[in-house]
């Protein structure tokens, strides 16, 4: 399968380097590396793109399951090379379920089969970089509104 | 070096996979899967943000050469397995590049040095995806009014 993506320089005359990135779906990105930064750089990208991949595999497992989560953060920590270029070397996932009767198992299975099948991102960044992940699970407290 | 983010799955009780994502700059990207998509998905992330890489250095190396580019677009063209995981397995990049008096061999070199020393995002991508990328340039024929 394939995906384009058209990747344009804003005012080529000015300092500045902001780029508009049109995908093929017809959606818009923006980089910018400054001076005045007002979006992520293209390494941002790639950490966050990694995070949302496998949370959004972690979700559509979970709800499948008909598992009750209450909230989902995705916390990545990455480590780059010093010098030029500055790639990433390693990279540490940790998912952070919330919800009512989870067990840890269930999400670990979730996270699993992502890591293992189904992440575009996480399977094309894997021959390149080290990548591990844990899983953190929450009981939810809240007692909701009746 | 270091580089964090923060992804957090927006409405978990909803039926959508919208995910905030928060880099260690304090910016924000989007990712969504649908049903009603209107940001970009993370394999999206990937191809846009190695093209706008690799352009912010290219753009940097040509302004230092004092070289007078009017205008810079990126075309980049994935292939990705057809079966899960989707990951990348090839990307071309096309730079076309317009200006007054550019040599093809000035851009040429540029490109070079972002993919042999500067790129991250390409250096991180290398290993796993088979990159390569040619070079288009076009003479600025516009007279810019006086």
Request: charged residues 25%.
């Amino acid at each position: 399968m394939k995906k384009t993506a058209q990747v344009i320089l804003e005012s080529p005359g000015g300092t500045g380097l902001r780029f508009r990135a049109l995908t093929d779906s017809g959606l818009i990105y923006h980089f910018d590396s400054g001076p005045d930064v007002t979006d992520p750089n293209p390494m941002d990208a790639l950490i966050a793109g990694l995070g949302a991949c496998t949370g959004m595999d972690v979700m559509t497992i979970l709800r499948k399951k008909r598992l009750d989560v209450t909230g989902y953060v995705i916390d990545l920590d990455g480590d780059r090379r010093d010098e030029h270029p500055k790639s990433y070397t390693r990279i540490e996932i940790v998912h952070r379920v919330r919800g009512r009767g989870l067990s840890r198992a269930a999400v670990e299975d979730a996270v699993r089969l992502s890591e293992t099948k189904y992440c575009s991102v996480y399977a094309t960044l894997a021959p390149a970089v080290t990548l591990s992940s844990r899983v953190e699970v929450e009981e939810e407290t809240v007692v909701a509104p009746t």
